[in-house]
């Protein structure tokens, strides 16, 4: 009995990881949200002791530390030791809430001189003046009021070390608890009030009075004196309330006035190790140009038919035909340069160029892709643009709007650490030569970050002359919301991602990717078109779902198995709002995760002042 005392705890943080790992993908099991909380409080709240604080420390960095090793198992796919060491460090965030759980957050904790059984009978008189308190009348109310009030600190400090965890050393919000709701469209529309950070709240909150309560039910049940639990209707009034304004925002809301925009979206799923792509420079721009122009000529034909069909029905009323107003290609979808000079000089190679004129001369399209850009000068005047030394280099977003021939470029601002750059690398040797442990190929180079301000402007397909503006984004920045909300509040109207989880290979990381994309739409009510080499090309609705809300078809390219790891194309139709709306999340950013972080730091300090204030 002794042995299971002392485990128990320990193996149910570890049951905690799991199950809350199971929220995400390649599992998808949003239930566990709920479920997976159960044995954390349990093991935490119930760690008593004089060293409860180092206790509830060490469950939570064990909880975190398996649930990030499951949910993160992706990064393997590039490197061992870069899986685990990341895994160790956001295990942390776990820990921190451990901390804070186990002492001014612990609901169960009591005071030193009931642990130590001091003489003089203190324990016992303790305890009678507790039974007669729980008899008073009114004690039902008070102690419901304490339920709430610890769940509210418990949730308020997870909610804000998330928060903390999507700034600190460039930040990492990747699959906060908020969005194991990705597929439960209604719980998550309060994302466009307090962010993904901000639904994090609620499963903590929740679950914190379920299990204060069902501890109170069991001690009540064994004393034979039970008392209503406000704080568990209190709970589900909460609970209710952010269900129904789900409702209200899916089906109850007017919607904003939009114009369609016919995107064709081309995804070649070109296989790829951490060193390189593994297919030759020809068979991508041969694989680009074939895949293109098939989806066009299939196009075509569908509205050939399509005006037969009617012809032969004479019916009176025009036609819908499908052709598309933008290509998008994905990130690094070209194997070339864009070379940048001073005075707006652009020159780009010549097979990139005759792929793009090939595909232009079919349509007057404009044409979205990623490739690096690289700061250039001429050597002689006659010379081509070249490299810099010690020029910067950019992993962009380029568009070519119809009947141009200047590109218009993104640079993206939020690279990914030791991926795109590592700090001080020139300064430590070590890291350079770690990076290359892992990654088994020669480190190149880190990129520079862009420094736009303002949204991409680009034409509108059906007004001669007029602009709108695109909240631009490449790879993993359509997961940093703080990152895009400098747009969206500079009138961007539709966000565009371009991605290549390919580094990957066939994990879940793109899924999961995906999954944390979805809330940029939401948060900010802008629909997104996203173009994936390897990963999950689709178009959002402004409430996070794939679903075109006119045609009830799922806009996401899947093949026969519903897998996103698949060449094809996908032509969809996405309605961009006029003047989109400026939500609260996107006016104020995470302020319910700020002030619940502000709120828990209080809680400890009065916590903290009240126990040294009685010992003295």
């Not at 080499?533 to 093949?559: D, F, P």
Request: glycine content about 10%; hydrophobic content about 45%; charged content about 20%.
């Amino acid at each position: 009995m002794r042995i299971i005392k002392v485990l128990w705890p320990w193996c149910a943080v570890v049951l905690s990881g799991v199950l809350l790992a199971l929220c995400y993908a390649p599992f998808d099991t949003p239930a566990m949200v709920w479920v997976g909380l159960i044995p954390l409080f349990a093991a935490v709240w119930g760690s008593g002791g004089v060293k409860r604080g180092p206790r509830g420390f060490a469950l939570g960095y064990l909880a975190g530390l398996s649930f990030w090793l499951i949910n993160l198992k992706w990064i393997s796919e590039v490197g061992t030791i870069g899986w685990i060491a990341v895994s160790c460090f956001l295990a942390l965030y776990f820990a921190l809430w451990g901390l804070f759980a186990s002492g001014a957050g612990n609901p169960w904790r009591q005071r030193p001189e009931v642990l130590g059984e001091p003489e003089g009978g203190i324990a016992a008189k303790v305890s009678e003046r507790q039974r007669k308190e729980k008899r008073r009348p009114g004690r039902s109310v008070e102690e419901s009021r304490r339920v709430l009030m610890f769940a509210i600190v418990n949730a308020c400090c997870w909610c804000g070390l998330e928060w903390v965890r999507g700034w600190f050393f460039t930040g990492f919000g990747w699959n906060g608890l908020g969005v194991a709701f990705h597929n439960q469209p209604i719980l998550a529309q309060g994302a466009d009030l307090v962010g993904v950070s901000g639904l994090s709240f609620l499963p903590v909150f929740v679950m914190g009075v379920v299990v204060q309560v069902g501890r109170g039910l069991y001690q009540e049940i064994q004393s034979g004196r039970l008392r209503a639990h406000w704080d568990f209707g209190c709970a589900m009034v909460v609970l209710a309330s952010c269900f129904m304004y789900g409702v209200w925002k899916l089906h109850g809301e007017r919607g904003e006035a939009a114009t369609p925009l016919n995107v064709l979206l081309v995804q070649l799923n070109i296989p790829q190790e951490a060193s390189q792509k593994l297919w030759s420079a020809e068979d991508i721009y041969r694989g680009y140009e074939e895949e293109t122009l098939e989806a066009l000529e299939s196009l075509s034909l569908a509205n050939e038919q399509r005006v037969k069909e009617v012809m032969e029905a004479g019916d009176p009323e025009p036609v819908s035909l499908d052709v598309p107003d933008w290509i998008v290609w994905p990130e690094s979808a070209l194997p070339d340069v864009l070379y940048y000079g001073q005075e707006n000089e652009q020159e780009l190679g010549r097979r990139s160029l005759s792929l793009l004129e090939e595909v232009k001369s079919r349509g007057q399209f404009t044409l979205l892709f990623g490739m690096l850009e690289y700061e250039a000068e001429r050597i002689m005047p006659s010379a081509p643009l070249t490299r810099k030394e010690r020029g910067k280099a950019f992993n962009s977003l380029v568009a070519l709007p119809k009947g141009e021939r200047m590109f218009r470029t993104y640079r993206k601002q939020h690279l990914v650490l030791f991926g795109e750059t590592i700090p001080y690398v020139e300064q430590l040797g070590v890291l350079r030569w770690l990076w290359e442990k892992s990654a088994g190929t020669e480190y190149g180079g880190s990129f520079s970050a862009g420094d736009q301000h303002e949204p991409m402007r680009l034409p509108f397909p059906s007004a001669e002359g007029e602009e709108f503006s695109v909240i631009p984004t490449v790879c993993f920045e359509d997961t940093v919301a703080r990152k895009m909300r400098k747009f969206v509040k500079g009138g961007g109207q539709l966000i565009v991602n371009i991605t290549n989880d390919g580094w990957f290979k066939n994990s879940e990381a793109a899924a999961q990717h995906f999954a944390n994309a979805k809330f940029r739409s939401i948060e900010f009510r802008r629909p997104t078109i996203r173009s994936a080499n390897t990963g999950v090309s689709a178009v959002i609705n402004s409430h996070g779902t794939v679903l075109n809300r006119k045609t009830m078809e799922r806009r996401i390219l899947l093949n026969d198995s519903d897998s996103h790891l698949t060449r094809g194309w996908l032509y969809s139709t996405v309605y961009v709002p006029l003047a989109g709306p400026l939500t609260p999340y996107a006016r104020f950013g995470d302020w319910f995760a700020v002030l619940a972080l502000l709120a828990a730091i209080g809680w400890w300090i009065m916590r903290r002042r009240d126990r040294f204030g009685k010992r003295g």
